[in-house]
């Protein structure tokens, strides 16, 4: 098992995470404007809980990180959070949840060498965003064509259902539900499905809600 190592910022004209617009006043309050709901928050914090275990488990010595609408920097450009895709939530192995000895601000993807091995979205309109494959803009495809987490996945709240794709010959092929009605994420051993009920004092309206829930192995 490798971690990621990082190149002294002597080595890049790129800036490094210190230097690049984090979530507290850029792209996140633009996608929290344009409809971002406050459920959110109770959905992500579960499924970091639900994952514990495992991930003590997988990370004995705690080496990953688990990012909530923080930025992955995959371009640089001007504005430079034109550059950054910022999942609602992500997970990355074998990476140090600290930079020397600093809170991460955001990931870089040129100073990591390590993507995320799954990247969530939950949709707050109707889902186009997430599913956008135009070259260069579209979400889903800097998400399968530049920062290639192996998992994708799209949760609608208002229809109770996770849409899961998986990087194949890279390329995202839908992936089938088991026989459960569950998405195995075979690598970080977990099945990804909807659970109903109330989290943190948020229940999701009636029998079409649901919160996101990871029944381990």
Known sequence: MT????PPTALTPFPDYTQLPESDGTFVFAKRAEGKNWQEYP??????DSIQPVLKKLNSQGEYCIGQDLGIYWCLTDPLEKGAE???WFYVPNVP?????QTRRSYVLW????A???VLEFVSGDGSEERDKTPWKGKFWVYEQVIRPPFYGIYEASKASIEVYHLIEGQYQVLPANERG???????????????????NVELP???GGIYKVICY
Not at 43 to 48: D, V
Not at 182 to 200: A, D, R, T
Request: proline share 11%.
């Open 3 to 6: 971690s990621a190592t990082n």
């Open 43 to 48: 959905q992500s914090i579960l499924l970091t």
């Open 86 to 88: 910022a999942p609602d």
């Open 97 to 101: 949840p600290t930079l020397n000895g």
């Open 111 to 114: 100073q990591e060498s390590i």
């Open 116 to 118: 995320p091995l799954i």
């Open 182 to 200: 569950h998405y195995p994420i075979g690598p970080l051993e977990v099945e990804l499905g909807i659970w109903l009920g109330v989290y943190q």
């Open 206 to 208: 009636g029998c079409v």
